[in-house]
């Protein structure tokens, strides 16, 4: 089922949470709506759900106007962080629940039922734990019995706020494969969102950054990730190194050295450079090579953080290489170095100056 939100504008008094949001969602995405905290991600997910009115715009399922359906006929399937399962219930009642509680005229029979739950808890690999209550499980193996119930009903649509959030990265890791497998498997569009990146970008189709009640770019991880829009966008996904300066006839002038920005505007800008776009040498080759101290050196698995300090400027730059690069440098604290940017997005400062 397509999701379809149109011009939406929300406020909590006088405080504007959201403003004119328009997204399309087409239908079998799993969309992750993304940003910091009070960005408007769950403000705008409580709209689709129907749990919480705009002040304007519509939603649309399937090109039919939801705006003000009531949340009980919008068949969408919840995941929250906190919305805990009933601890008085058997997990196999948990995951009923849905079905038990339905009109008598739509309630499948009680073999149907058994039949439905059995299979989800095959589904989820929890078929040995029916019997148990919510208290005796792991926290990862709750959320996979929420992920079940949610499914239970036979959503069209699956709303998830933070599902994972309170888990451990290793078993946040884990839900994320059997979101991903449901999500596929039960043909639902899904909606969920997260502050955290990683996770966005492993599992979603699409990314929808948010920033202060607005979108600021909508893509694939990779769009997103390889193309930003505009500094926030750049800023939040990944560390990110600033190179302020003034772009005059193809280059950005920082500090004592000039980088090549051959497509840039002329004016004040800042420059852009994720810590793995960098090469370290041992000699200064081009006017981009930037005189630096090793401060630090940290080796995290496979990857190689080094810290340096621009001489010219006295500013800290953030550096990864792999270990291989690392090993071939022989790279030691307190060395100088010289460092060169490989891939830098300028993005003309508007506000200065004002
Ligand atoms: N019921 C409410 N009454 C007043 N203000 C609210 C209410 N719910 C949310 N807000 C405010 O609206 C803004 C957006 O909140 P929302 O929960 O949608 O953000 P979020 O991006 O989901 O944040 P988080 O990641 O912290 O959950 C925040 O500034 C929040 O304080």
Redesign the pocket.
């Known amino acids: 089922m397509s999701i379809v939100i149109e011009n939406v504008t929300k406020y ?2 006088s ?1 504007q ?1 959201l403003q004119n949001i328009n997204l399309e969602i087409k239908s079998g995405e799993l969309v992750a709506l993304l ?10 997910l409580r709209i689709i759900a129907g749990l919480e009115q705009a002040e304007n715009g519509n939603i649309l399922f399937n090109e039919e106007n939801y705006t003000n359906k009531h949340v009980k006929d919008r068949n969408v399937g919840f995941v929250f962080q906190h919305y805990a399962l009933f601890r008085n219930m058997t997990i196999f009642d948990n995951v009923a629940y849905g079905l038990k509680v339905r009109p008598r005229k739509i309630r499948p029979s009680k073999t149907a039922i058994e039949q439905k739950v059995t299979e989800l808890l095959q589904l989820v690999k929890l078929e040995g734990y029916k019997d148990r209550y919510p208290s005796q499980l792991s926290g990862g193996q709750r959320q996979r019995v929420a992920l079940a119930r949610a499914l239970a009903v036979e959503p069209n649509i699956l709303l998830l706020d ?1 599902p994972f959030g309170a888990l451990d990265a290793k078993v946040r890791k884990e839900l994320r494969r059997w979101l991903r497998r449901l999500h596929d498997e039960f043909n639902v569009t899904s909606v969920f ?1 997260t ?1 955290d990146q990683e996770e966005a970008m492993d599992v979603a189709d699409r990314v929808v950054i ?1 920033n202060e ?1 607005k979108i600021e770019q909508i893509g694939t991880p990779e769009e997103v990730y390889d193309q930003p829009k505009n500094p926030f966008v750049y800023d939040f996904l990944g560390s990110v190194n600033l190179f302020k300066g003034k772009v005059h006839q193809g280059k950005l002038a920082t500090g004592n050295v000039e980088i090549h920005v051959p497509d840039s505007e002329d004016g004040e800008s800042t420059g852009y450079v994720r810590a793995h776009n960098f090469i370290i040498e041992r000699e200064s080759l081009e006017t981009d090579s930037i005189a630096s101290v090793i401060d630090h050196i940290h080796t995290i698995g496979p990857i190689v953080r080094i810290e340096v300090i621009r001489q010219d400027i006295n500013e800290p730059l953030e550096i990864e290489l792999t270990k291989e690069q690392y090993n071939n440098l022989e790279l030691k604290k307190g060395e100088i170095v010289f460092v060169r940017p490989k891939e830098l997005k300028v993005f003309v400062d508007y506000m200065a100056g004002i």
């Open positions: 909590y008094g405080y949470a940003g910091p905290s009070g960005s408007g991600k769950t403000s705008l933070e969102v502050h948010m009640g």
